[in-house]
């Protein structure tokens, strides 16, 4: 039975020194055949797994991860969660996303730290304004809040922004999304595997999978670093390395891998209040319930799984941040990580079938799949579990780079994610 | 970041190149005559791969020509650089 968190449990467990907390999943070996697979433990895997548990009635499933759950791309991202996107389609999905989000800490009981301080995108030329106010506009026939801000709003919003005329990439006006905002990315991933683990779910730590067996076009289960697991589906939620198990497969995705990298400064009094993205200078940033600033780059244009990436990718973007906020010139960096990010030509996801009956991917996510992650467990489990896509995914399927039904992101809406 | 031995100026730092991604993905011969499905693969499926990958880099802000590289991807570490239209090294 799961003890549940609440302020009377933390009254009980300081009088005992925090020694006797329960676990919150426990470590288990493998069994032998599973009724799914979710291949990935981050927070997509995760929520898939929580997802077909409690919705669809699947809790013989497993997940297997090749690390510790939430250390790969759930633990390097900079926490960012907003819905404004373009087209019809991402916007029904990111929204879905961000209204999961608005309950999440009750429904898991487990604290996500979700806050709505609102993300402004701010426009540094003509046609950053143009295409800022579209955006806008479509937001709104969708349902989803966003105001245009002019230049006078946005200081008053955001008050540390140099809002000088004269400054290389002036700021000429933003968006303002305050149903957007942040949540702690470990509390995601532990939130749900603790709600996973108490329906059933065996998460499987430091187990790396190693090939796909088939039986024909079927799938039959999976080799693993802990042996041989027989399964009829398996849903493969791994971001930067949705191509190697695809190859695993005999199957060829759409997707290039590169470095991301975010950095955070040393710790310092609430200083920005909000999240402030910049497309056309690439650099956002936003401030930690710590005090760090969280600083997002850019990715690197090569392939590559080293999780490191370039410095002048990192130079390039504290250039824009000392621009856009003179405030912080003295700040000193204090770490600074990459993680690989599976890119799609038309940077939208794929939650899709594949020719291979029982074999599902969930990649694709590029550089913004952290803001997705709850509505991309529970669309995914839908997926697998009715082996059809919910209608809010059926746009993200693999077949739309044959018919050419792209849902194209990176072009029209220049949106760094 | 690492260094690149491009095949017409020598030695030259990382970031004044840029990676054109997978090599040798051949230009259908009939367009015409190719299928959807062709047509995805031709434009948009990779290898991706982890490890060692054949790609094309262009020295941008160099010479500005086009060449092949064979790089692990897994470290960055370069295995060979050779000129467009030569023969891949084996592997």
């Known amino acids: 039975m799961r003890n549940k968190y609440s302020v009377f449990s933390l009254i009980k467990n300081a009088l005992s020194y925090h020694e006797n907390w329960q676990r919150a999943w426990k470590d288990p070996t493998p069994k032998k055949e599973y009724d799914a697979v979710i291949v990935g433990g981050g927070g997509h895997g995760l929520a898939t797994a929580y997802y077909l548990a409690k919705k669809h009635n699947m809790n013989n499933i497993a997940v297997v991860e090749k690390g510790w759950i939430g250390g790969g791309n759930t633990g390097r991202n900079t926490t960012i969660i907003r819905s404004n996107y373009l087209w019809d389609a991402s916007a029904g999905l990111y929204d879905h996303a961000l209204k999961i989000w608005e309950g999440l800490s009750q429904e898991l009981n487990y604290n996500v730290m979700f806050s709505q301080r609102g993300v402004m995108n701010l426009a540094h030329n003509l046609q950053d304004v143009r295409d800022l106010k579209r955006r806008t506009h479509a937001n709104r026939l969708n349902g989803i809040d966003a105001v245009y801000l002019s230049t006078e709003e946005v200081k008053k919003f955001c008050p540390i922004i140099n809002t000088s005329p004269d400054i290389r990439y002036p700021v000429l006006g933003g968006t303002l999304q305050r149903r957007a905002g942040t949540a702690r990315h470990d509390a995601v991933a532990w939130g749900y595997a603790r709600g996973a683990d108490a329906m ?50 005999g199957l060829r995705l759409p997707l290039e891998s590169k470095p991301l990298q975010a950095l955070v400064s040393e710790p310092v009094k609430p200083i920005i209040d909000t999240v402030v993205m910049s497309n056309a200078v690439h650099a956002y940033v936003s401030q930690s319930d710590k005090g760090e600033l969280v600083i997002g780059a850019g990715t690197d244009d090569y392939v590559s799984y080293t999780q490191k990436g370039s410095h002048q990718i990192v130079e390039g973007t504290l250039n824009a941040i000392l621009e856009l906020y003179p405030i912080f010139s003295r700040m000193r960096m204090l770490r600074q990580w990459g993680g690989i990010v599976d890119i799609c030509p038309d940077a939208s996801p794929i939650l899709s079938k594949t020719s291979i009956k029982g074999l ?13 992650t709850p509505g991309s467990g529970d669309l995914f489990a839908h997926t697998i579990a009715n082996d059809e896509p919910h209608e809010l ?5 693999l077949n739309r780079f044959v018919s050419g039904d792209l849902v194209d992101e990176h072009g029209a809406a220049a949106v760094a994610h | 970041m690492f260094l690149i031995n491009c095949p017409y100026c020598g030695e030259r730092d990382q970031q004044e190149f840029k990676a054109g991604g997978e090599a040798h993905i051949e230009r259908p011969k009939q367009p ?5 499905d062709e047509w995805a693969e031709y434009l948009f499926m990779r290898k991706n791969t982890k490890g060692v990958q054949f790609e094309r880099w262009n020295h941008a802000h160099g010479c500005r020509k086009w060449f092949n590289m064979v790089r692990d991807t897994s470290n960055d570490e370069i295995k060979a650089i050779y000129k467009m239209g030569e023969k891949p090294p084996a592997q």
Do not use: P
Request: glycine share 16%.
């Open chain 1, 360 to 372: 599902y991917f969930n990649c694709g996510w590029g550089t913004g799949g952290f803001k997705a």
């Open chain 1, 200 to 249: 059933g779910v065996d998460i499987i730590q430091n187990c790396e999978v190693k090939g796909i067996k088939r039986n024909g076009d079927s799938v039959e289960g999976i080799e693993t670093t802990k042996g041989f697991i027989k399964t009829k589906k398996v849903g493969v939620v791994a971001a930067g390395h949705s191509s190697v198990i695809a190859n695993m497969a």
């Open chain 2, 32 to 36: 015409t005559e190719l299928s959807d």
């Open chain 1, 393 to 397: 995914n059926a746009a993200f399927n």
